[in-house]
């Protein structure tokens, strides 16, 4: 019988509905790095605007670049855009993933005191 000192566990709806409005905040940090990685590829490297969304939205999803890159300012640009996208996918992912960690924290949490009772 579950403790009723203990808050309930959350019903996965509601982890659902709770990944879905930190998608919807987090929605501008990534539209803002994708537009970023556009920016570099069309400017940059002279890629037409679909080869520049395809190449940085896929450093964006955790890929590689589509084209190969011909420039040096290109690649220097294009290489710290890939670290930063990098580092905005395991921000994206760890934050989108919070209430998942903390519902199955709440499913398998164990008291303190009914462990040490056994020990003794």
């Known amino acids: 019988m579950p403790d009723p000192a203990l808050p309930p566990i959350p019903h996965p709806w509601v982890v659902a509905r709770h990944m879905a409005l930190r998608a919807w905040t987090l929605l501008p940090l990534a539209l803002g790095t994708l537009a970023l990685g556009m920016s570099i590829y069309h400017w940059v490297e002279e890629l037409p605007w679909p080869d520049s969304f395809l190449n940085a939205a896929m450093l964006l ?45 709440h499913r398998f949490h164990l008291e303190g005191g009914a462990r040490s009772s056994d020990t003794t």
Not at 78 to 105: E, R
């Open 61 to 105: 999803g955790g890929m590689g670049p589509v084209n190969q890159l011909h420039t040096t300012a290109g690649k220097w640009l294009a290489g710290g855009y890939a670290i930063f996208a990098g580092l905005v996918f395991i921000v994206l992912a760890g934050i989108m993933l919070g209430p998942v960690v903390h519902a199955v924290l």
